[in-house]
Nanobody, 123 residues
Framework: QVQLVESGGDLVQAGDSLRLSCVAS????????MGWFRQAPGKEREFVAS????????????SVRGRFAISRALPRAPARNTVYLQMNNLKFEDTAVYFC????????????WGQGTSVTVAS
């Protein structure tokens, strides 16, 4: 069983930066990929960014490419099961609840989700 816990959400001003963290716990955590998604009020959940756990290839939605960066803690670090989302030059339209997700071996889609952390960008 895998548990994902997000943190770092806050109320910020447009143009500010924020870093979200997602800590994964489980007996043996070695996912295929980790991702960040978001859901704005009244809208469907949408993809933000993802990272292949092995190799580190990253993917971004067009709306955040160049402003957001997904990364992971170093494999030998104490917090090695942590994924980050660095968000720069935040815009009002980035306001949403951000969710961390994991795709484990054998799954054809993200099969573990966190509870979300709220980001509000004041214009």
């Amino acid at each position: 069983q895998v548990q994902l816990v997000e943190s770092g959400g806050d109320l910020v001003q447009a143009g500010d930066s924020l870093r979200l963290s997602c800590v994964a716990s489980g007996r043996t955590f070695s996912p295929v990929a980790m991702g960040w998604f978001r859901q704005a009020p009244g809208k469907e959940r949408e993809f933000v960014a993802s990272m292949r756990w092995s190799g580190g290839t990253t993917y971004y939605s067009d709306s955040v490419r160049g402003r957001f960066a997904i990364s992971r803690a170093l494999p030998r670090a104490p917090a090695r099961n942590t994924v980050y989302l660095q968000m720069n030059n935040l815009k009002f339209e980035d306001t949403a609840v951000y969710f961390c997700a994991a795709q484990t071996v054998g799954a054809d889609q993200y099969n573990y989700w966190g509870q979300g952390t709220s980001v509000t960008v004041a214009s």
